[in-house]
């Protein structure tokens, strides 16, 4: 957070390795000039409506549902994301964990350093193949947004000779342009893939756009793959299609209640499971905290941040109010 005296910056944080607290929130920004949060911290309207001369909420990450966006809108707070330089590194994230998931790598690391391994005869790990394997047959990778993430993932499958579906409405027009992809509607997507990634926003439309009915369609070798939101899945119900063998396995690095597990996702062998990492990288997240802090400098200075999500603010008279204190 931004202070006014003398620009000074305020950390807010709860017991180490914890995130603060709605209360500590509430109390620390009704100070603040500016609210600079993580993606994964929830800013609820408690939180939004704390200051009435809040300037702006600058967040880390491109993601926005953790912030109370109706609350903030009416309030005339702008609020801004970092869109664009985490794109690549996401993908990234997304490749490495359905190869990690198809080849069974984690478990099979654990199963070596634990000392169990003894040589010929010990658990074999049988994996999915990712590109054709001994089949020669492609296998199919399914998109499920088609967004610069979703659409990076789909140029890294080139290298693997997959075939590509994608299912996003808004981009509908798009993935017909796009070579080497083919639209699908979503149940005829689940149907044919073999690997089904998520690379959508959490809104309405998406929120558990998996959820049973949706898994029971997918094949019974097929792997889900999700870095976008937990909320677009629903963990119960993935939970249960794993143990049922509904699919053959599923990797994870968001969650429905971050960072609470749904019961039984964690004792599953068939899931790979990481702590919401897909921008960790130095490079990247520096590169977001750049982004975020001219975003939260341009409120200051009652100007258009360059990554506004809500521009209809600056119409707003409660904008206009905030900028005269």
Not at 183 to 207: G, I, Y
Not at 238 to 263: C, F, Q
Not at 298 to 321: Q, W
Request: aromatic residues 4%; proline residues 7%; hydrophobic residues 40%.
């Amino acid at each position: 957070m931004l202070r006014k005296s003398n620009a000074e910056i305020a950390f807010l944080h709860g017991p180490t390795g914890e995130l603060p607290t709605v209360k500590e929130l509430v109390e620390g920004v009704r100070n603040a000039d500016v609210l600079l949060p993580e993606a994964t911290l929830s800013i609820p309207k408690e939180v939004v409506t704390a200051n009435l001369n809040l300037r702006g909420i600058a967040n880390y990450g491109v993601g926005y549902n953790n912030i109370d966006m109706r609350s903030a809108t009416e309030l005339g707070i702008p609020v801004s994301n970092t869109p664009g330089v985490l794109t690549e590194t996401t993908a990234d994230l997304a490749w490495a964990l359905l190869m990690a998931t198809a080849r069974k790598i984690p478990q099979a690391h654990n199963y070596t350093a634990s000392g169990e391994w003894k040589g010929p005869g010990g658990k074999s790990f049988m994996g999915a193949d990712i590109g054709p394997g001994g089949s020669n047959r492609p296998k199919v990778l399914g998109i499920i947004g088609f967004g610069k993430i979703g659409q990076a993932v789909m140029r890294r499958s080139r290298g693997f000779k997959m075939e590509v579906r994608a299912f996003d409405p808004p981009m509908k027009a798009t993935i017909e342009k796009t070579r080497g992809v083919e639209h699908r509607e979503l149940p005829d997507l689940l149907r044919e893939s073999d690997f089904v990634t998520l690379h959508c926003p959490l809104t309405a439309e998406t929120h558990q756009i998996i959820g049973e009915k949706e898994l029971d369609l997918m094949k019974p070798t097929a792997i889900l793959i999700n870095t976008s939101r937990g909320p677009v899945v629903d963990e119960k119900a993935l939970v249960s299609a794993l143990r049922k063998g509904k699919i053959a396995g599923a990797g994870l690095d968001v969650y429905e209640r971050e960072p609470h597990l749904s019961p039984g996702l964690a004792k599953l062998e068939k899931v790979v499971l990481l702590p919401h990492i897909g921008s960790a990288t130095e490079d990247t997240r520096g590169q977001m905290a750049v982004v975020a802090v001219r975003n939260a400098v341009a409120m200051l200075r009652g100007k258009r941040p360059p990554n506004i999500v809500n521009p209809e603010v600056f119409e707003s008279p409660e904008y206009l109010r905030r900028l005269k204190l």
